[in-house]
């Protein structure tokens, strides 16, 4: 197996921390704004007013419309699927997800994620048995809203970006061929949160992860829940 060149590979590493960095302090941002600057009152849609003298005003959906949200996974579970023989792994990490929607129904996605833990590694008997591994991906993508209720409403959604998938060669004491790679990643799911108060919800999410290493695609399901800011409510 090939040595990796160490201080590209820190390069690597700061420039997606840094980018994850920026997402992040953009999503706190527009949160902020948003919470400082509320959408107007809407105004009631003017109408002809029946014989009882009662006028008709347009009724407000059952969801409260939002023009965009925040959710913070503090607990996200990946089942990794390394591949090449290698056993299946169980990921913790994170996730966020800054969403700005058009209209009540499709809006666009920034999403990041981190996840961290051991994958089992074929060194024999002498050797280690599990190495430290990770996943932090990047990206942004469409989402759907298909469910609207007073009480819930359901999404799905599709995220293109980078993934960086990093072993640890400490735990090795050896050069790897495959040991940090950045690459084309994918991520497809559906979220379902429940309205807690007018800006305030909790929500789950599964999807499947998709990415490239050592010359295999890897399926991995994720799963994470966490609260939702909403901001722009009226």
Same mark, same amino acid.
């Given at each position: 197996?090939? #040595? !990796?060149?160490?201080?590209?590979? *820190?390069? *690597? =590493? $700061? ?6 960095? %920026? ?9 902020? %704004? =948003? ?7 809407? &105004?009631?849609?003017?109408?002809? !007013?029946?014989?009882? @003298? ?9 969801y409260?419309?939002? &023009?965009?949200?925040?959710? +913070?996974?503090?607990?996200?579970y ?11 792994? $169980? ?26 833990g ?5 060194? @024999? ?17 469409? #989402?759907?809203?298909?469910? =609207?209720? #007073? ?24 050069? +790897? ?5 950045? #690459? ?10 429940? /309205? +807690?108060? /007018? ?6 999410q599964?999807? +499947?992860?998709?990415? =490239? ?22």
């Amino acid at each position: 197996m090939r #040595k !990796t060149n160490s201080a590209a590979r *820190c390069a *690597c =590493r $700061q420039a997606l921390s840094v980018g994850i960095f %920026a997402l992040l302090m953009i999503s706190a941002g527009a949160v902020a %704004a =948003r919470a400082q600057n509320p959408a107007p009152e809407p &105004t009631p849609a003017e109408s002809s !007013t029946p014989a009882n @003298g009662v006028p008709l005003v347009s009724v407000p959906p059952d969801y409260e419309d939002f &023009t965009g949200d925040f959710f +913070l996974g503090v607990f996200s579970y990946m089942h990794v699927n390394p591949g090449h023989s290698f056993p299946e792994s $169980q990921f913790v990490g994170w996730d966020g997800q800054l969403t700005e929607w058009a209209n009540p129904w499709f809006g666009l996605a920034i999403d990041t994620s981190g996840h961290y833990g051991k994958i089992s590694y074929p060194f @024999g008997p002498t050797g280690p048995h599990k190495v430290g591994a990770d996943q932090v991906s990047a990206g942004a993508g469409p #989402k759907l809203r298909l469910i =609207r209720t #007073k009480r819930y409403a359901g999404s799905v959604y599709g995220i293109m970006g980078m993934g960086r998938n990093h072993v640890d060669e400490r735990d090795l004491g050896t050069g +790897l061929q495959y040991n940090d790679q950045f #690459k084309l990643a994918f991520t497809f799911g559906a979220m379902v949160d429940v /309205r +807690l108060s /007018r800006r305030w919800a909790w929500k789950v999410q599964p999807d +499947l992860y998709l990415s =490239r290493i050592a010359h295999q695609t890897h399926p991995d399901f994720r799963f994470a829940t966490g609260p939702v800011i909403r901001f722009g409510v009226p």
